[in-house]
Every structure is written in C-alpha cells, then in structure tokens.
C-alpha cells in the first residue's frame, strides 16, 4: 500500500485532476493506438479499441488508493472485460509517451479556447473603434498628458496587439501538435508500428521524430505559457488605462459589470475591470510556475514538466479565460464621455506639438527653433496662470514669432490637430478607418483559420468515440 502521506499530496490529487480534465483524451489516445496496432496486424487490437469505447461511455471508477492512477485504472477494467485485447493494447505503449499525448492534446484543446476568446475580444475591439472613430481623447506618455488621439486610434493599436498574439498563438499550436505516440519509454519500440498513423487519428501535424524527445520535451508548454504571459501582460496595461479612464468619468461600465457602496451612495465601481487585472496577473503568475517547473530538471521523463505541470497550466488557463472575458464584456458597450474628452483636450497643452508645427511651416524656419520658442511662450503662460488656450498672436509676438491668427487658431483645435496626422498609422479618421477595414480581413482570415483547425480537430476526437459497431481504422 502507498504511504498516507503520498495518497494525498500526489496520488488521489493527480487521479481527480485526470479524471475532470483528461479522461477524453486518455481514451482518444488509447484508442488511435488500439486501430494502429490493429491495421499493423496485432491480434487483439481492434478487440481493444471496440472495449475502450464501450468503456467510455460507463461511469469512470471513483479514487482506489490500491491502484495507481487512471491508466492502471482503465487497464483493470479492459482486463476484466477481454484479458487478450488488454494484453494486446499495451504493445509499443509506455505511461511516457501516453502522458505527454494526453498532455499535448488537452493544451492543444484550451488553446483553441483561448484563440476563440481573443478573437472575439478583437472583433469586439474593432466594432467598438468603428464607433469610436472621431472620439478626441488626449494620449499620456509617462504618465503625463501628451497628444490628442482617437479612441479608434487607441483600440486599433490594441487590437494589433492581439493580432499578433494570435499569431504567437498559431505558432505555438504549431509546435505543440506533433505526436509522442510510439517513442514508448524513450527508445521506440521492435514491433512494426505506424508511428505517422496514430498522429493522423488524433489530427496531429505528424510525430515527434526522435523518440527521445517525444518523452522529455516542455519546451511547448513553456512556449504556451509564454504566450499567455505576453497576451496577458498586453491586456493589463490596457485595463490600466481604461481604469484611469474610468476614475475621471471619461468612460463608465454598464450597469451589471460595476458594484456600488454600502456607505457611498454615488460609487459606481468598476469591478469588472479590476477582477479582469487581478485574472491576467494570476494567469502570468502561473505562466511563469510553468517555467520554474521545467527549469534546472533532467532532460528526460520526470514529473516536474509532467502531471505536477498540469494544474498550474489548468489554471494559466482558466484565469486568462476569465479575464478575457470580462474585459470582452465590458468593451461591448460602455459608456463614452466624448465631451469630458475634449474638454481636457482644449484646455490642456496636448496641442502644442502642432502649433510648433504650424511655425515651423510659416516661418520656415527648423521646428527646433519653433520647439524652443513654444517652450518660452508656455513658461509665460504659467507665470501668468493662464490656459494654452487663451494664447493670442500678441503672445506668440512676445517670444518673436508672428503667426495669422487663422493659422494659431487651428493650431489649437484638438480634432485639426488628429486630422492633419494622415501618414501611414497615424489617427485621422480616414486612415484609422482604413486601418479597421484590414484589421476586420486579417481578423475574418485569422477566424476562417481557428474554424479550419477546430472542426479538424473534433471531427478526429468524433471518430475515436464512435460508437463500438461503428469504429473503425478510418480512411486509409
């Protein structure tokens, strides 16, 4: 009997966390092995494959301290039913290329999960700029006021941000579905198996070529967690914003994302958006427990990468599911303050650089000197407690510049000021516009894609559980 102590920390934790989470993909595995041992002539085997199906559908046998984990457990069971067709399925089958299977097609499952949330919170980004596209608003640079922008202009460049998530994403999934079915402990095996034909089943890319690594590698699951890290990282900064936003009245949630006081009767919190930051820290926390717990660790079959990995990735996963959504949720329709926006935008000095500008292109003299000038001009202003706003051509004359007044005055209009912006990237209306437009086709490709790659990878998951007088190898 196994020490008390070990049931509970290790055995009975890891036998309840694989049958919540990976029992699907424990059968998908076992099963695409079963019809590869089948087709490759193993007698028995497809005995074995019509046995796991029907398994399939009973009720999975709660936690018996007396036998190891699920796999011991499932093998009990297929021996109690056919003795032969067990026998035969443990052919070319280690416990280490079938954990790290199981392992690769769970993550492979939530990061199409996690996909489908980005998409939808890009979609819901690009449909809230559209909206957004004359919203003045003054952008901060280290943290002080610096240019007027767009709110378009702002959530398109967040967007960018998470098309290229998206693409890390991909990138990943790319690395992470190939198959360690047949590396068996580490060596491979000396029966004449299909290694290219288990993957197939179970709609990986190929397998793993070299069956050492099949068993040892967690670079995939640190390059996943990566990839959450840095989406993660991303979407925090931007709910700092918005909660800054949110404490000046320049945007408000809707009714059901905000909480009020029990004291204060005028609070209108926005809770969503502090949960969301609290779930994106949580979710890098645990991204980077993934690295620790690969780093410094033979480079072989051990737990640290292996089921000690699996509840800290379940929950990367979970947090960053739930912070995307609640952030999802609360950019779909949340109040904009567009005139505090350009209030602050007329009376501040986010301006300046164009009346620096316009100088510039009156004089014709360099915008360094048009620069210096502007300084010397606003130091008089605050000496005098005044707004930039208030500047008149006597004061621009005062540190030897002269400027029409049509030209000052336009120099000062926040909305001229975006509108003259038009070269590639820039926020006036017409070149943001453009820039949704591709972002909406690169969003709709990128959508078409995860489409593609989901329905492939259910329709292989839809044929291992068919029922056992329909199973069969598949197409040849």
Not at 166 to 195: E, H, K, Y
Not at 231 to 255: K, M, N, P, Q, Y
Not at 315 to 342: C, D, H, I, K
Not at 441 to 456: K, V
Request: a negative charge; aromatic letters at 6%.
């Amino acid at each position: 009997m196994w020490h008390d102590v070990y049931l509970k920390a290790v055995l009975q934790p890891d036998y309840q966390y694989a049958t919540e989470h990976l029992l699907p993909h424990l059968f998908d595995a076992l099963t695409a092995h079963a019809l590869m041992l089948g087709r490759c002539g193993v007698q028995h085997a497809d005995a074995a494959a019509r046995h796991l199906q029907a398994l399939r559908e009973e009720p999975f046998p709660p936690y018996d301290p007396r036998i190891e984990d699920v796999f011991f457990t499932l093998d009990q069971a297929l021996v109690r039913r056919d003795p032969a067709a067990a026998g035969a399925l443990r052919t070319a089958l280690s416990r280490n290329d079938l954990d790290m299977t199981i392992y690769r097609l769970s993550a492979r499952l939530r990061l199409m999960r996690a996909l489908h949330r980005v998409l939808t919170l890009r979609r819901t980004l690009l449909a809230f700029a559209q909206r957004e596209l004359d919203t003045v608003i003054v952008a901060y640079t280290h943290h002080q006021p610096a240019q007027p922008t767009t709110l378009a202009h702002y959530l398109s460049a967040v967007e960018s941000n998470l098309a290229r998530d998206t693409q890390r994403m991909l990138g990943a999934l790319s690395r992470l579905n190939l198959s360690p079915m047949g590396a068996v402990a580490l060596g491979g095996t000396s029966f004449p198996i299909d290694r290219a034909r288990t993957a197939e089943l179970l709609a990986f890319d190929g397998p793993l070529e070299n069956t050492y690594d099949a068993v040892s590698a967690s670079d995939w699951q640190v390059e996943l967690a990566s990839t959450v890290m840095v989406a993660s990282t991303t979407l925090s900064r931007v709910l700092h914003d918005l909660l800054f936003w949110a404490s000046r009245g320049l945007i408000a949630l809707e009714d059901g994302l905000v909480q009020g006081s029990s004291v204060m009767p005028q609070k209108r919190n926005p809770v969503a958006l502090e949960h969301a930051r609290t779930k994106f820290s949580k979710a890098i926390g645990m991204a980077q427990s993934v690295t620790l717990s690969t780093h410094n660790v033979p480079f072989g079959d051990i737990n640290d990468p292996g089921p000690d990995m699996q509840p800290s990735l379940h929950g990367m996963w979970q947090e960053f599911r739930e912070g995307t959504e609640l952030l999802t949720a609360s950019l779909a329709a949340p109040f904009v303050n567009r005139e505090g926006w350009l209030h602050e935008a007329r009376q501040g000095e986010s301006v300046v650089t164009e009346l620096a500008d316009a100088i510039t292109r009156f004089t014709g003299d360099g915008f360094r000197d048009a620069h210096a000038r502007i300084k010397r001009l606003l130091a008089a202003l605050h000496a005098e407690d005044r707004p930039l706003s208030s500047v008149t051509p006597l004061d621009l004359a005062g540190v030897g510049v002269t400027l029409p007044e049509a030209d000052l005055r336009a120099a000062l209009d926040p909305a001229g000021f975006i509108a003259r912006r038009v070269t590639l990237g820039g926020p006036a209306p017409q070149v943001v516009a453009a820039q949704l437009r591709g972002a909406s086709d690169r969003l709709n490709t990128d959508t078409d894609r995860h489409a593609a790659l989901t329905r492939r990878f259910m329709d292989a998951h839809t044929h291992l559980r068919a029922s056992p007088g329909a199973l069969t190898g598949g197409p040849a």
